[in-house]
């Protein structure tokens, strides 16, 4: 499956190429011909200027005006027919001027657009297959267990231990189909249904069961004691806190301590931070981990599970709630992300 789509994925890419080079040809095309038509332009008007001098000249003869070169060049027509082909001269560089800075503004853009179209497909291609992936292990996972509990006679400890795996993966399923569900939302129907909201608590239930499972996980949240509630939508600020402690674990793993803090900066705005002691993420890449579908490599070698969904539904949530959202490198090492949150 996965090299029928890289197949598909290179066969567009070589479509837009040839046409990018169609586009190439062409203006290289309209390039050469207004030169060309320019330098013909740019003579003929040189040559009319000089018949017209010449046929004024003569005229100045015969009617006996003419006495030298330097009376003539001071004569008013000749001054006129002069400064009527240097404007018309400033007039022909002007429009090539234009021209050709139409023409690179053009092939910019076009280049612009092709890499865009590029980076899209190659985001929609890691969304299909990293979506195909995250459906297809909860399901085969919750399939082999059914199949088990089918099959064979298991004692109530094997039954217990199933069970719970079968309810996390159910657990995943549906983070995933929330995150999808919440990822078409916050692109045009979202809108936040305030109630006020104690951040510390929730954010306490949401590390519990994560802890639980998993007691080798170091996570430290250290909160102001005068930290007040916020008016914020239940369901998006969890939504927020939980693709955010599960990033922060997936790149960091789970030997590498978490941090949270709640902050009270003033009396209009809750800081919320999250640090991990992961590898982090490189500086020309910041600027693109908000975008939707956008994950850091290719799908065809990554081992972190995700659809790229989770960081561009964190940044709409908050930008819904009128807060903001700020990526840095973190110390020693690793990656913080900084929200603020309105009271």
């Not at 490189?282 to 790229?308: L, M």
């Not at 908050?318 to 959202?325: D, F, L």
Request: charged share 25%; with cysteine; hydrophobic share 40%.
């Amino acid at each position: 499956m996965r090299s029928n789509r890289h197949i598909i994925y290179r066969r567009i890419v070589k479509a837009r190429f040839r046409q990018l080079i169609l586009s190439y040809v062409v203006i290289a095309y309209m390039l050469l011909a207004f030169g060309w038509w320019s330098v013909l332009l740019y003579t003929k008007n040189r040559d009319a200027y000089n018949a017209k001098v010449e046929l004024l000249r003569i005229g100045l003869a015969a009617e006996q005006k003419y006495t030298d070169e330097a009376t003539f060049r001071a004569n008013g027509d000749f001054i006129h027919l002069t400064h009527k082909y240097e404007s018309q001269e400033k007039m022909i560089l002007g429009e090539v001027l234009v021209f050709i800075a139409s023409l690179i503004t053009g092939i910019w853009l076009i280049n612009k657009s092709y890499n865009k179209e590029i980076q899209v497909e190659q985001q929609r291609s890691n969304f299909l297959l990293s979506i195909t992936h995250e459906l297809k292990s909860p399901l085969s996972s919750i399939q082999l267990i059914l199949e088990t509990f089918h099959n064979r006679t298991l004692q109530q400890e094997q039954v217990q231990k199933l069970s719970l795996s079968g309810m996390e993966e159910c657990k995943r399923l549906n983070q995933l189909i929330n995150n999808l569900l919440m990822a078409a939302r916050v692109e045009e129907a979202y809108k936040p249904v305030y109630e006020p909201i104690a951040l510390a608590p929730l954010i306490r239930q949401l590390v519990l069961p994560i802890q639980q499972n998993h007691p080798e996980l170091d996570i430290n949240l250290d909160v102001d004691a005068d930290l007040p509630f916020v008016q914020a939508d239940h369901l998006g600020i969890s939504i927020v806190f939980q693709n955010l402690i599960e990033n922060a674990i997936k790149y960091a793993g789970f030997d590498n301590p978490v941090s949270i803090q709640l902050r009270k900066t003033n009396s209009h705005y809750v800081e919320i931070i999250f640090e991990d002691q992961g590898p982090g993420i490189a500086d020309n890449e910041k600027k693109n981990v908000f975008d939707r579908f956008y994950r850091i490599g290719s799908e065809e070698t990554r081992k972190t599970k995700g659809t790229g969904l989770g960081l561009y539904i964190v940044k709409k949530i908050v930008e819904a709630h009128k807060g903001t959202i700020q990526l840095y490198d973190a110390e020693p090492q690793g990656l913080g992300i900084r929200i603020q949150i309105p009271v």
